[in-house]
């Protein structure tokens, strides 16, 4: 009867462990100012070199690059 309370625990510590390896969440990439720098660039090409939209295509450009 031990023996089974022995295994049991061990297949529920296991699955515990593996429960919260999945859980926990993907640590996201932190761009550097270049790499935004680069993608606001991008983003101001795309949007037709509208100027006075420097700070919204670098906001966008963060978003971009931290949900990557």
Known sequence: ???KTTTE???HKEHGA???ESIQPERSHVPSPEEIRQ???ELHLEGGCVHGRDLDDWLQAERD???R
């Open 1 to 3: 009867m031990k023996l």
């Open 9 to 11: 625990d061990t297949a």
């Open 18 to 20: 593996a429960e919260s």
């Open 39 to 41: 993608r606001a660039y």
């Open 65 to 67: 690059l931290k949900g």
